[in-house]
């Protein structure tokens, strides 16, 4: 016992995602009623206190949330149509300004309810989460970062002593994602007989972070991915959700007129990547463009399509600075900025809740009014009133 857990929480995957679902109370744009923006508040808070009370007690809980993202500002990435340009906010849908509100709003609720409310200018929550789970995880502390964004899993990594691994907390695919290995790795280590300093502190309300881990993958899946991979498929094939386009495009006609887009696919990317390791230098995925004249070989070979080396090297640079969350890519102000904002908030993080609901999240705030209480709950069955934690199937 004494090794702390630490959960990151994806502000903006999370705010998207109870967007999403306040169709369903919507009558008009959505958010635009004063009713609208209470439920969407119910709905924030409700989703974020039956996540928590899934994994139990951490040591600290941190909420990192966007802000206008550098990605936007590097000089190389006009060769790009728009960083995240494919997100175009409809406004006759949707009111962003009272969206936006409500969520800083929550923001601010989190914070004085103890949590790590973290937002930089000029930084994604992307990078947020990969420098808090950097930080910890050097610390030799256990992380689980709580999103539902695949860009995420590039993070997941453990060693003998502490993890870090994602929870994808979509209600449809819920399940955790490790490293290879992540599996046997928590078996093993749940196995192993405790001292008798465990022993003295285990409760129903204490768990070490193996157990809490062990005990979440219990109640829904474990999924390992190689996070190598994941960087190198996203850089190679682009991320269609972030408007970040692969390496190489072109489009055929069918035979009926039909006009097909097509791109260079996972699997032949991974036939490219063996064709790397074959020249004997492995495969430095962090350095993808030293390999572009082998890279126009293979695209060649295998799609019968040109393209000239200059043009495919700037390509993978483009991408590689796009969606490798690492010191190496993120700017060395932001890197700096963090490091302050780190200090800042030493020794907190601790939740002071004593009982995680959506209830005791709003209480005190202006969304803790009769208007909400008196709508009927439409999120009661969203979530069950609590969670036994069990590691006895151990998945």
Same mark, same amino acid.
């Given at each position: 016992?004494? $090794?702390?857990?630490?959960?990151?929480?994806?502000?903006?995957?999370?705010?998207?995602?109870?967007?999403?679902?306040?169709?369903?109370?919507s009558?008009?744009?959505?958010?635009?009623?004063k009713?609208?923006?209470?439920?969407?508040?119910?709905?924030?808070?409700?989703?974020?206190?039956?996540?928590?009370?899934? @994994?139990?007690?951490?040591?600290?809980?941190?909420?990192?949330?966007?802000?206008?993202?550098?990605?936007?500002?590097?000089?190389?990435?006009?060769? =790009?149509?728009?960083?995240?340009?494919?997100?175009?906010?409809d406004?006759?849908?949707?009111?962003?300004?009272?969206?936006?509100?409500?969520?800083?709003?929550f923001?601010?609720?989190?914070?004085n309810q103890?949590?790590?409310?973290?937002?930089?200018?000029?930084?994604?929550?992307?990078?947020?989460?990969?420098?808090?789970?950097?930080?910890?995880?050097?610390?030799g502390?256990?992380?689980?970062?709580?999103?539902?964004?695949?860009?995420?899993?590039?993070?997941?990594k453990?060693?003998?002593?502490?993890?870090?691994?994602?929870?994808n907390? $979509?209600?449809?695919?819920?399940?955790?994602?490790?490293?290879?290995?992540?599996?046997?790795?928590i078996? $093993?280590k =749940?196995?192993?007989?405790k001292?008798?300093?465990?022993?003295?502190?285990?409760?129903?309300?204490?768990?070490?972070?193996?157990?809490t881990?062990?005990? &979440?993958?219990?109640?829904?899946?474990?999924?390992?991915?190689?996070?190598?991979? =994941?960087?190198?498929?996203?850089?190679?094939c682009?991320?269609?959700?972030?408007?970040?386009?692969?390496?190489?495009?072109?489009?055929?006609?069918?035979?009926?007129?039909?006009?097909?887009?097509?791109? @260079?696919?996972?699997?032949?990317?991974?036939? @490219?990547? *063996?064709?790397?390791?074959?020249?004997?230098?492995?495969?430095?995925?962090t350095?993808?463009?030293q390999?572009? *004249?082998?890279?126009?070989?293979?695209?060649?070979?295998?799609?019968?399509k040109d393209?000239?080396t200059?043009? &495919?090297?700037?390509?993978?640079?483009?991408?590689?600075?796009l969606?490798?969350l690492?010191?190496?890519?993120?700017?060395?102000?932001?890197?700096?900025?963090?490091?302050?904002?780190?200090?800042?908030?030493?020794? =907190?993080?601790?939740p002071?809740?004593?009982?995680?609901?959506?209830?005791? &999240?709003?209480?005190?705030?202006?969304?803790?009014?009769?208007?909400?209480?008196?709508?009927?709950?439409?999120?009661?069955?969203?979530?069950?009133?609590?969670?036994?934690a069990?590691?006895?199937? &151990?998945?």
């Amino acid at each position: 016992m004494g $090794k702390k857990l630490n959960v990151i929480f994806d502000a903006n995957n999370h705010y998207h995602k109870c967007l999403h679902a306040a169709n369903m109370f919507s009558k008009g744009r959505i958010l635009d009623t004063k009713r609208d923006q209470d439920m969407y508040m119910r709905k924030i808070a409700t989703d974020f206190a039956f996540i928590m009370r899934m @994994i139990g007690v951490p040591d600290r809980v941190v909420f990192a949330m966007d802000s206008f993202s550098w990605r936007k500002e590097v000089d190389m990435l006009q060769q =790009v149509d728009s960083y995240k340009g494919n997100r175009v906010r409809d406004d006759s849908a949707v009111n962003w300004d009272a969206f936006n509100t409500i969520n800083r709003d929550f923001f601010d609720i989190l914070s004085n309810q103890g949590f790590i409310s973290s937002t930089l200018p000029g930084a994604e929550g992307d990078d947020l989460m990969y420098f808090w789970s950097k930080k910890f995880y050097e610390d030799g502390e256990d992380v689980i970062i709580c999103s539902g964004d695949g860009d995420m899993t590039q993070l997941v990594k453990f060693s003998d002593k502490n993890f870090v691994c994602v929870f994808n907390t $979509k209600s449809t695919t819920r399940q955790v994602i490790g490293a290879p290995g992540f599996g046997d790795w928590i078996r $093993k280590k =749940v196995s192993e007989p405790k001292d008798a300093f465990d022993i003295f502190m285990s409760s129903d309300f204490i768990q070490s972070p193996i157990e809490t881990i062990a005990a &979440l993958i219990d109640q829904t899946k474990l999924i390992e991915t190689d996070p190598n991979t =994941v960087i190198y498929d996203k850089i190679v094939c682009g991320d269609g959700g972030d408007n970040i386009p692969p390496v190489i495009n072109w489009q055929t006609t069918q035979s009926g007129g039909k006009v097909i887009n097509n791109k @260079i696919t996972p699997i032949k990317a991974a036939i @490219i990547k *063996e064709m790397v390791l074959n020249k004997g230098n492995g495969c430095d995925i962090t350095n993808l463009q030293q390999y572009a *004249e082998i890279f126009r070989k293979g695209i060649k070979q295998i799609y019968d399509k040109d393209i000239d080396t200059e043009t &495919l090297r700037n390509r993978l640079e483009r991408n590689t600075r796009l969606v490798y969350l690492s010191h190496e890519t993120i700017p060395i102000q932001i890197q700096n900025q963090f490091e302050l904002h780190y200090t800042n908030f030493d020794g =907190v993080g601790a939740p002071k809740l004593g009982k995680m609901t959506m209830q005791a &999240l709003l209480e005190g705030s202006q969304y803790n009014n009769g208007s909400i209480a008196l709508e009927a709950d439409i999120f009661a069955n969203a979530a069950p009133t609590n969670i036994k934690a069990s590691t006895k199937s &151990l998945f």
